[in-house]
């Protein structure tokens, strides 16, 4: 009997504000290029006021929002559990959530919605710096154990594991999962993350993990090697499978048995946020609606294309009722 939904998301749940800006201006605000930076409060009103109103673009985001989004638009059933504020900017995330197709549990506390603050360079690099505001207080209550068991995969973004709350609900979330027959999916979400936490995404790993997502970078510094081959070897021997990410020149997926070169595809990038959200949604997408992993991480590798050519970290145009063209190519 087909479950309710294909995927059960949990993640941090903030508004993406975009802006291009200059290499000078990165130097100049005293921010790090190319990375994410957890910021304060006051922090974020002062590069709010530094930016100002020149957005790009806003939308809900949060690394696993962008996953269940790409879900979603490919045509799947996509859930999120999230946490908010009874703000405006709150409410404009729910609202841009539903009109994403994606379902949630429309948690709204006291507090102030968090915001991602997205600069984007010339270069189509991208700089993220993070105030997590209400969502770095998502816990285990916010969770539905029935809704997890009524899902195929459980997909858990790695950024939680800063937070004690944010780890108890991934670690709640994934007995859940394994409780009702519901897979685990894991992304490591950026190196910083593994370098700080390594022990607890360790510990999420040794609970059970179906699916392993991260790029190059990441799988070097979980298993503390310095090459594609001993890191995929280790993954081989700790996850179920995985999918490794190497920006424009594909991925490497595995899935129990032969180990898969998935080539990229060409693109003039202008804005590489959200680029292994896509891949993971897409990819979970292909696992859940009857592909395998070389199909899936072809469609995954076509949608992270299509997202770096375009500004945001979601598709502006559904790729719903595409896969058989995309497949062909």
Not at 32 to 55: C, F, S
Not at 74 to 94: E, I, N, R, S
Not at 267 to 282: C, I, K
Request: hydrophobic share 45%; aromatic share 8%; proline share 2%.
């Amino acid at each position: 009997m087909a479950r309710a939904f294909n995927v059960y998301g949990i993640g941090n749940a903030m508004v993406d504000i975009q802006y291009r800006v200059t290499s000078g201006f990165l130097a100049t605000a005293g921010i790090e290029k190319g990375v994410m930076t957890l910021i304060e409060g006051d922090r974020h009103h002062e590069l709010l006021r530094r930016l100002g109103d020149d957005v790009l673009k806003r939308s809900s985001g949060g690394s696993a929002a962008n996953t269940m989004i790409a879900v979603a638009n490919l045509g799947g059933k996509a859930y999120y559990a999230c946490k908010v504020a009874k703000d405006a900017y709150g409410d404009f995330y729910l609202q841009d959530l539903a009109a994403a197709g994606v379902a949630s549990n429309r948690f709204q506390g006291e507090g102030i919605t968090g915001k991602c603050l997205v600069m984007i360079t010339d270069d189509a690099d991208r700089t993220m710096n993070t105030f997590l505001g209400i969502t770095g207080t998502f816990g285990p209550e916010q969770l539905e154990p029935d809704v997890i068991q009524e899902s195929d995969y459980l997909y858990i973004e790695g950024y939680l594991v800063a937070s004690d709350k944010g780890f108890d609900a991934a670690v709640a979330a994934q007995a859940a999962a394994r409780a009702g027959g519901t897979r685990v999916s894991l992304s490591l979400s950026d190196p910083s993350i593994v370098a700080a936490f390594g022990d607890r995404m360790r510990a999420l790993v040794a609970g059970g993990v179906d699916l392993l997502f991260c790029n190059e970078a990441e799988a070097w510094a979980f298993t503390e090697t310095g090459n594609e081959d001993d890191a995929c070897s280790a993954l081989e021997e700790l996850v179920g499978a995985y999918a490794v990410t190497y920006e424009a020149e594909g991925a490497v997926v595995w899935n129990g048995g032969e180990r898969i070169r998935s080539p990229g595809f060409g693109v003039d990038a202008v804005d590489t946020n959200g680029a292994g959200d896509m891949f993971a949604g897409a990819y979970l997408f292909g696992m859940t609606h009857g592909l395998d992993a070389e199909q899936s991480a072809k469609l995954a590798n076509y949608a992270s294309m299509r997202v770096v050519a375009q500004y945001g970290p979601r598709l502006e145009a559904s790729l719903k009722d595409e896969t058989e063209r995309i497949l062909e190519m």
